[in-house]
């Protein structure tokens, strides 16, 4: 595990852009695993300015969010496939057709799920997989539990996670009590892994993480079996 300290937001933003520049640089036609939340927005915006400064190219990218709320459409407000498109995508020049979340309004939600798995890896797999971490550990919406969730599934979002994403919306009655998430198997199948956290609120579930059991109880703690994971983390 390659561990990298920063000092600052911005600092974290930066780095973390240009260590996913490197991979789309080392492979434009390659896969991104994507995530929402505050941690990566700073990363977003570096891109796209490297994107302006004509140093990266889009074109080719394919990429895949982890996760997306049940019930919210692509164009309310608090969805995540606005949020990309708002912190990143609209920026870039991505092709929205290559750019995929999973669709919480589907009328089949498991069928949902099976198509998001069959397009990564008819994708040939993600290659590089962002990654943010909950306070209770989570990655994507894979809360603590008894398992690791293996593949794209339909989660229900935990009280503290309800609480912590009520920031982004009026009140916390709004904020969808399930979501569409990667599984855990999803998640480590990715050949490499970007793990961000920011913020001193986030520095005893990294630890936990990082260097606790190994338990489905902190799902972030996975990531130590994982061959190739880079953790950005600081205040
Ligand atoms: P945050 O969320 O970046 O908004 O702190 C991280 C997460 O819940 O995965």
Redesign the pocket.
């Known amino acids: 595990m390659n561990n990298i300290h920063v000092e600052d937001a911005e600092t974290l933003g930066r780095k973390g852009a240009i260590f996913i520049a490197g991979q789309i640089l080392a492979r434009p036609e390659g896969v991104i695993g994507l ?1 929402t ?4 927005v700073g990363v977003y915006r570096e891109l796209a300015r490297l994107y302006e400064s004509g140093w990266l190219d889009f074109s080719r990218l394919i990429t895949f969010n982890l996760d997306e709320y049940c019930g919210l459409s692509g164009s309310d407000e608090n969805s995540y496939r606005r949020f990309m498109d708002e912190h990143l995508f609209d920026h870039v020049n991505i092709r929205k057709d290559n750019t995929h979340v999973p669709d919480g309004m589907a009328e089949d939600l498991q069928a949902e799920c099976d198509r998001y798995e069959r397009l990564i890896a008819d994708a040939g797999g993600i290659d590089l997989q962002l ?4 306070h209770d550990g ?3 919406f894979n809360e603590p539990g008894a398992h690791f969730p293996a593949g794209t599934h339909v989660a229900e979002l935990t009280e503290l ?1 309800i609480e ?1 994403n009520t920031r982004f919306f009026d009140r916390s009655e709004q904020v969808p009590r399930r979501a569409l998430t990667m599984g855990i198997g999803t998640i480590m199948k990715a050949r490499r892994i970007l793990l961000l956290a ?2 001193s609120d ?1 520095k005893e579930i990294l630890q936990r993480a990082l260097y606790g059991p190994i338990t489905p109880e902190v799902p972030a703690s996975v990531l130590q079996l994982h061959p190739d994971v880079t953790v950005i983390s600081g205040v």
């Open positions: 995530a939340g505050s941690t990566p990654l943010g971490i909950g989570h990655i994507g996670t912590a920011s913020g986030k």
